[in-house]
């Protein structure tokens, strides 16, 4: 099957996989599903041109969430405040960066 190249702003929901840190020097992973755009190379090149801190460029690219709750299992409204929150815990930055850069490098996620 041949490669087409769809013209456009390209959205995948794609695994966020965070290694929350807890007692004991372990981690426990937890996963939320993000809605991502994914930039073209001009918006990426502007943004790192442009020197983004890590929360403005997440705003670049990230335009929602599934699976995301607070203590009492209730669903976390998507808007700046939360995501300023989710990029304020350095685990969740890297785990957002991290998924963001696989799926713009068509890295399958493993089970």
Known sequence: MGFKIKRGEKKVKWPVRVQEPVDGGKTEESEFIGHFVLLDQKEYDKAMKDKLSDPEFIKKFLKGWEGLTDEENTAIPFNDENIE???????????LLTAYHEATSGIAVKN
């Open 85 to 95: 929150l989710l990029a304020s815990l350095p685990y969740c930055r890297r785990a």
